[in-house]
């Protein structure tokens, strides 16, 4: 009777322990489940946010700065792969007052193959002072850092590093599914947002000069109006014409017309400033608006490229050279002096740049005229 006593309460102990211990292992994976939900949804906002997100600087400011608290970490950095420039050259062209931070740009594959050495997978590293200066700034305290390759079809796009002065943070035995699928939604939005962005810049561009084309100036034109109109300052307009082109076309070729286009593009857009518009209105006509700029400023520019152009010589394939001059006609609006003047109102300076370049060009060509912008004919 005690031997069965015994085993019943032996029986009883073991089942109790099962019992905490499947308790244990249920709150466990309770807890887990729990945890994996929460990150599921840190992570599905993240990239719900980044989808939403169709601006190349914005977008570059929300991985390297904003996600920052969101990911619970104190460093961001980004390197993409950009052989043919196209990124630089969408946030230079189209958004040049922006200056993204910890962003870096490549032109060969050497940093991605040095980072993972082929093996393009999310990695964990832990405190390694020559990887943090690589990654980030040289003063970063990273103690953890997971580093996550941005692939699109197969190729590497980028590389998208966080780092945490904790060294628990990122540590190997931790899971990476959750940053594998959010680098591949990180990849997917820079992709689709540069090429967004480049089609909506080759729209706004002259292909042969790489100046703005007339759709572009007109668009700008009407914002820097409404920027003058409220700051209450003037606004500028230049019509650039180079004298006698269509002689230039006959007796050297359409080819050397072009270099020519080319060439007198890259002499005006050292003298404008980083606020200022180049564009080019159609044949060998190029038209510059100004933004804060009033009538002397103005003048001062345009003599400054009258006399650089004029300066230039080219050759020809069977080596003649020869020069070439162009005229300018200048106009400033003002929201103080011509405050009735509203409707129509972009159409009505680049006419009144075009009237002064007439008077320019009937005066003998290669001289800047400047016309009042309420002049009458």
Request: glycine share 2%; proline share 3%; charged share 20%.
């Amino acid at each position: 009777m005690a031997i069965i006593e015994h085993y019943n309460q032996s029986r009883e102990l073991a089942l109790e322990h099962e019992n905490r211990r499947l308790k244990s292992l249920l709150e466990s994976l309770v807890d887990k489940a729990e945890l994996n939900q929460k990150t599921f949804s840190k992570f599905q906002n993240l990239e719900f946010d980044l989808l939403h997100t169709a601006h190349l600087p914005l977008l570059l400011k929300k991985l390297t700065e904003d996600f920052k608290q969101r990911l619970d970490i104190e460093f961001l950095s980004l390197v993409l792969y950009d052989p043919y420039g196209i990124f630089s050259e969408i946030l230079t062209s189209i958004y040049p007052n922006s200056n993204p931070q910890n962003v870096r740009f490549v032109k060969d594959h050497n940093f991605f193959e040095t980072l993972y050495q082929n093996n393009y997978q999310p990695q964990i590293r832990q405190k390694n002072k020559a990887l943090v200066h690589t990654l980030f700034a040289k003063d970063a305290s990273v103690r953890s850092i997971m580093t996550l390759p941005l692939t699109r079809n197969n190729l590497v796009i980028g590389s998208y590093h966080l780092g945490s002065v904790n060294q628990q943070r990122f540590t190997p035995e931790m899971s990476t599914d959750f940053y594998a699928h959010f680098a591949q939604v990180v990849a997917i939005c820079l992709e689709n947002t540069a090429n967004t962005e480049h089609l909506k810049h080759l729209s706004l561009i002259d292909p042969l000069t790489k100046t703005k084309n007339r759709r572009c100036l007109y668009q700008s034109l009407e914002k820097e109006i409404a920027r003058a109109d409220r700051n209450m300052v003037p606004l500028s307009c230049l019509f650039i014409d180079i004298d006698h082109f269509k002689q230039v076309n006959d007796q050297y070729g359409h080819a050397m017309g072009d270099q020519v286009l080319e060439h007198v593009a890259q002499v005006i857009q050292p003298n404008l400033r980083a606020t200022d518009l180049l564009a080019r209105f159609g044949g060998e006509e190029f038209t510059t608006i100004l933004p804060n700029c009033d009538e002397q400023f103005a003048l001062n520019i345009s003599e400054r490229i009258r006399q650089m152009i004029a300066s230039q010589s080219f050759t020809t394939s069977d080596q003649k050279t020869f020069n070439i001059t162009c005229s300018i006609g200048i106009t400033t609006w003002s929201p103080a002096r011509n405050a009735t003047q509203k409707e129509n109102l972009a159409d009505a300076i680049i006419n009144q740049a075009d009237k002064a370049l007439y008077t320019a060009k009937n005066n003998g060509r290669n001289q800047c005229v400047w016309r009042s912008f309420g002049a009458e004919d």
